[in-house]
């Protein structure tokens, strides 16, 4: 299913012209689709439905309340790594008591606010963890849902930056923590080991490390129960593959055909952690060319959509298609090659650093002051880790449902810039 697509030379968004969006709502603009949200998360849901998964979205791939409340709706649960997730799921008025709360390094009131809020488990990362977590359920007198998260040594050949699930990360432990973890949590009356938690990296475009994982996850749960626990979840966390150059990304249903089986002969429920599988194609950065220019034998595009929005491409040299919104060349299928109509150009945005550039001599058409481009599959981890930085004030984000946009963040103002500050 696309959600963005050209008709009569233009982009839409489900039925609404774009262009008509940006004109509205002014760049740099986020638009999201809520069809393309809701059926990237079925087909996740769909593809495991004979295990009745918990889908726990990733809520720090894209935490807007809007997003939220739609997925909210859809049956979904969430994945937090912080109070302030917590707080926004607890906002979308979703049913904390099937949320799973991750990070390295959770202090004790978040600790305390995940036991108030009667979540599903947290999952541990460290021994002082673990003890915190006994001791802020023993002083409000409860026992802690709690997974280990167990760093299964699988190399799921993704970024340096994102990748969780390799010896040598900061995330988790190996199995023999794990194991003498468990021991101690069995011994500690506020303490219930719910189930084991690995999340290998992301984006991850072949399945096997899911089914390596799923196998593992297997054996460690028959050699807990053995030793006396009632561990009955599997959580394999998120980072299922995104395509964001064209159909690269398996279809959910091949990642659940190498992990059904498994969870199956394990007997468990099993939690899932998307993020960027479900948002990331369902929403696009619109931004305004302010000047096209030629230097040192380059071409320009310098559009006022910048890595303060979007800073994937600086981070972690992440590929995003780029395309005019009315363009005078049909979009290409392949946009890593020469295309006809075309010349190479720096896109780039107004920020004092050469970092901020979202493509490099990419094939684009002929653009001129004003046009409109669209970068695509950037709902997830677009806003999410977006700042003011140059004092930038953040775009709208508008969620399109068929021929209907529902304004879901505001644009920034100057004020809000200084809001927080005291002088
Ligand atoms: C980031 C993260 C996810 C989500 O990753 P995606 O690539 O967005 O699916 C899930 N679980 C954990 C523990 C994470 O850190």
């Known amino acids: 299913m696309e959600a963005f697509e050209y008709r009569d030379g233009q982009l839409f968004c489900e039925n609404l012209p774009v262009e008509r969006l940006a004109a509205e709502y002014g760049t740099p603009l986020w638009v999201y689709s809520r069809a393309k949200l809701v059926h990237e998360y079925r087909a996740l849901r769909d593809a495991f439905a004979e295990l009745d998964p918990v889908i726990c979205y990733s809520v720090k791939s894209n935490s807007n309340l809007g997003l939220l409340r739609v997925l909210n709706e859809e049956g979904s649960s969430f994945d937090v790594v912080s109070g302030g997730e917590l707080y926004r799921v607890q906002q979308a008025g979703a049913d904390t008591s099937r949320v799973v709360f991750a990070g390295v390094g959770k202090t ?30 023993r002083s409000l007198g409860v026992s802690a849902p709690v997974a280990l998260r167990l760093n299964p040594d699988i190399d799921a ?6 990748t969780t699930g390799k010896k040598g990360n900061k995330f988790g432990m190996d199995i023999e923590r794990h194991n003498a973890l468990a021991a101690k949590v069995l011994a500690d009356p506020h303490l219930e080991l719910r189930g084991i938690h690995m999340h290998l990296g ?32 599997v959580n394999l966390g998120g980072g299922f593959g995104l395509s964001y150059r064209g159909e690269e990304a398996p279809p959910a249903a091949e990642y659940a055909k190498v992990i059904l089986p ?40 310098i559009q006022d959509a910048a ?96 021929d209907r946009a529902t304004l879901i963040r505001r644009r920034e103002t100057y004020d809000d810039l200084i809001g927080p500050e005291r002088v």
């Not at 050949?157 to 994102?162: L, N, P, R, S, Y």
């Not at 939690?271 to 931004?287: F, K, Q, T, W």
């Open 202 to 233: 992301s984006p991850i475009l072949t399945t096997d490390p899911y089914e390596a994982a799923a196998q593992k996850a297997l054996d460690v749960v028959t050699e807990l129960r053995r030793a006396g626990h009632k561990t009955n979840w």
């Open 157 to 162: 050949k993704t970024h340096a930056k994102t």
């Open 307 to 402: 890595m303060n929005d979007l800073v994937r491409p600086a981070m972690y040299g992440s590929f995003h298609r780029i395309w005019p919104v009315q363009p005078r060349v049909p979009a290409p299928r392949d946009y890593e090659s020469e295309i006809p109509g075309c010349e190479p150009a720096d896109v780039v945005g107004p920020i004092c650093e050469s970092g901020d550039c979202f493509a490099q001599g990419r094939w684009l058409p002929e653009v001129a002051r004003g046009d409109l481009l669209s970068t695509f599959s950037a709902g997830a981890y677009g806003t999410a880790m977006s700042s003011n930085y140059n004092s930038r004030p953040r775009g709208a984000e508008v969620l399109v449902d068929g």
């Open 108 to 137: 004790d009131d978040e600790i305390r606010f995940g036991l108030e809020s009667k979540i599903l488990m947290f999952n541990v990362e460290s021994e002082p963890e673990l003890d915190a977590i006994s001791a802020v359920a």
């Open 262 to 301: 498994w969870i199956r002969k394990a007997e468990c429920r099993l939690a899932l952690e998307p993020g960027r599988s479900i948002c990331g194609n369902a929403g696009i950065l619109v931004g305004r060319v302010i000047y096209t220019k030629r230097e040192g034998g380059k071409r320009f595009i």
